[in-house]
């Protein structure tokens, strides 16, 4: 350990690659494979792409010979994700988001903004698209296939005039369908009783959950049972929503007193039984892991260094296991996988490359490259060392990014605070991140006080304290940085967006040793934040949201306008010109205190807010440091 530091493991190394430097848009590219999946027998591979502004889909055959082109036709660009309906019929889904009409001298009481999908099912590899059906926003549509059939399934219709959900059986050849059941607006599902086959469904309100059967024709329901809604927490409501068909379903909970969150099993068709089904030692389980065909529950995924994957199914786990030793660096995400367990689709990632999509296949062990998803970032080459350090009695973990090309000492710091308080930082690719890593700067990165995902203990030490107690770890790990002359301490930034900009400016006004400070579109209200847009809820609602932050006084003691008189850093403002209240009492206050600030109003791509904030940091502490060929041959 050098002077508070502890670097614990290098875990990513990549070999370096001669390349000029890359142009800032390369970093937040998006990605040109959209989409990936395989039939239910294993006998196709489907992909979206888009490329040079054309979006594609591409059908593949898989046998033992290996990965055969079959078909490829152009989409529209609103296609965004692909679902193999049956093996025969691939689902195509197309989303278009709309403004909500509202009468003259009526109130908004709701989302501004309207989001359908389309699915449209397509016959391969020759067929043509026939719409199935068209959905609002995040409800799941498809039921579950029929088992007797490959050209059927069960799904949702859900009746916008009327506001209810029925059920249909619907012919993906012709898009005729057959009404099987009929529900009302609080029905959240159907299910299929796993004894007889009953159809079931599933009616959700705020207070009452009823569980109902189908005695005869679709509108003939009689009740099972009922449970107390409001008792049974928003959390479960929502798992309720991984059903597929089945009753059973997986809750992510943490006991009254455990350190750690574990899976619980609960059965609707019995009320009383709840059943712990995962707990790990020492580990956080952080979500399930869910089909892409059905929501269904497969898996859960925890956090060491890297989000990491366990699988139920042991074809699926095996597969995991095999992909993650294969590519060791960063986070190898299941996509899709065949009903045979032979074929997995995965996306692999690494902190300087958003990654590639690869095929696993189970029976030969063999993996297969797919596609990348910025090929253009093969030449960034970069290094994350986990290190630990110590604030509040607490030792903890934090990341520190540099170039492959950089110096060992004395680089200059920028820190990035979490821009998502809901969630734990980890080795990912992150373009804020590796633009700057690549440009010389280190990029540093901690899991502070209030943290969620790595056990209850670190959540509620920082509990209520947002704006300080994790503004003091971050300064004490840039403190033990500089110890280690691992940095340089007097050339340091501090850069953010939304959260993560309104933490920068925290830590700009509490820590002497920032020299800088730049964000974009910072979080300078958390209520307003936290608000919906076009919403308008009870007050009791974001007192709630806003307890994990802290209370009244202290939000107001540490919003970023009541720490102007205390920022003398020099501070980039980028906003998009929506003077709203928190932005007008901000910029005011700076004023007041003659604080150093340079505010733009720009258009807020990520590209741009990104070139501009990379200005900004060069012009206050410099360029950052890359050793040159001529260094990199000089003899020792």
């Keep these: 350990m050098r002077h508070g530091v502890l670097i614990v493991g290098l875990l990513l190394l990549t070999v370096a690659h001669a390349s000029d430097e890359l142009p800032v848009a390369t970093f937040y590219a998006p990605p040109l494979v959209l989409s990936m999946g395989i039939a239910p027998d294993g006998s196709r591979l489907a992909a979206l792409t888009r490329i040079e502004g054309r979006t594609e889909v591409s059908t593949y055959t898989l046998s033992d010979e290996g990965v055969q082109p079959e078909s490829r036709f152009n989409v529209p660009s609103q296609v965004g994700r692909l ?85 249909h059986k619907v012919d993906l050849r012709d898009a005729s369908s057959e009404l099987l059941a009929t529900g009302k607006k609080a029905t959240l599902t159907y299910l299929l009783d796993p004894a007889n086959g009953d159809i079931l469904r ?15 024709r679709v509108d003939d329901w009689e009740s099972i049972h009922k449970m107390r809604g409001d008792s049974r927490g928003a ?26 969150h574990q899976l619980f099993e609960y059965d609707l068709l019995d009320p009383d039984y709840r059943e712990a089904t995962i707990r790990m030692d020492g580990i956080d389980i ?17 956090l060491t260094h890297r989000r990491q994957h366990e699988f139920f199914a042991e074809p699926l786990q095996f597969a995991q296991a095999e992909v993650d030793q294969r590519f060791p660096n960063g986070e190898n995400i299941f996509v899709d996988g065949s009903e045979t367990r032979r074929y997995y689709v995965f996306k692999t990632t690494e902190p300087s490359d958003p990654g590639q999509f690869i095929l696993f296949d189970n029976e030969r062990n063999k993996v297969t490259r797919l596609g990348s998803l910025n090929p ?54 992150e373009a804020d991140v590796q633009l700057f890593a690549s440009r010389g700067y280190a990029v540093f990165q901690a899991n502070t006080r209030g943290t969620p995902g790595l056990g209850h203990g670190l959540f509620a030490a920082g509990h209520g304290q947002a704006g300080t107690v994790d503004v003091e770890d971050l300064n004490a790990g840039v403190q033990a940085l500089a110890r280690s002359e691992r940095i340089d301490g007097k050339r340091i930034c501090a850069i953010g967006r939304g959260y993560g900009g309104r933490t920068a400016l925290q830590l700009g006004a509490r820590t002497e040793s920032i020299a800088c400070v730049a964000v974009s579109q910072p979080v300078l209200s958390l209520r307003d934040w936290l608000t919906p847009s076009g919403t308008y809820l009870s007050t009791s609602y974001f007192d709630d949201a806003l307890e994990i932050f802290g209370d009244k006084s202290h939000l107001a003691a540490t919003r970023p306008a009541a720490l102007a008189e205390q920022l003398r850093a020099p501070v980039l403002y980028l906003h998009n010109g929506l003077a709203g209240d928190p932005h007008r009492a901000f910029m005011t206050a700076m004023e007041r205190a003659n604080a150093p600030l340079t505010a733009r109003e720009m258009t807020l791509t990520r590209p741009a807010t990104a070139e501009a904030m990379l200005t900004f940091v060069e012009n206050q502490i410099g360029a950052g440091r890359l050793i040159t060929s001529t260094e990199a041959t000089e003899p020792q």
């Design 286 to 302: 952080l979500e399930t892991i869910d089909l892409p065909f059905t929501g269904e529950v497969v898996g859960f995924s925890y």
């Design 376 to 429: 253009e970032l093969a030449g960034n080459a970069t290094r994350v060392d986990r290190i630990e350090f110590k604030s509040g009695k607490r030792t903890l973990t934090g990341f520190l990014t540099v170039s492959q090309g950089a110096p060992d000492t004395n680089l200059p710091l920028v820190v990035y605070p979490n821009p998502d308080p809901y969630n734990a930082q980890w080795v990912r690719y």
């Design 83 to 167: 679902t193999w309906l049956t093996s025969s019929h691939l689902g195509i889904w197309s989303s278009q988001t709309t403004i909500n009409q509202v009468p003259n001298g009526m109130i908004n009481l709701g989302s501004p903004f309207t989001t359908r999908q389309s699915l449209y099912a397509l016959k391969v590899p020759t067929g043509r698209p026939v719409p199935i059906l068209t959905q609002v926003d995040a409800v799941q549509p498809i039921v579950s296939r029929v088992a007797d059939s490959e050209h059927h399934l069960l799904v949702h219709n859900w009746q916008r005039k009327s506001s209810h959900t029925d059920l």
């Design 202 to 216: 599933l009616d959700v309100t705020r207070r009452q959950i009823e569980l109902l059967r189908l005695t005869g």
């Design 235 to 260: 959390d479960f409501i929502s798992a309720m929503r991984s059903l597929s068909g089945k009753t059973t379903f997986l809750l992510r909970e943490r006991e009254e007193g455990a350190e750690y």
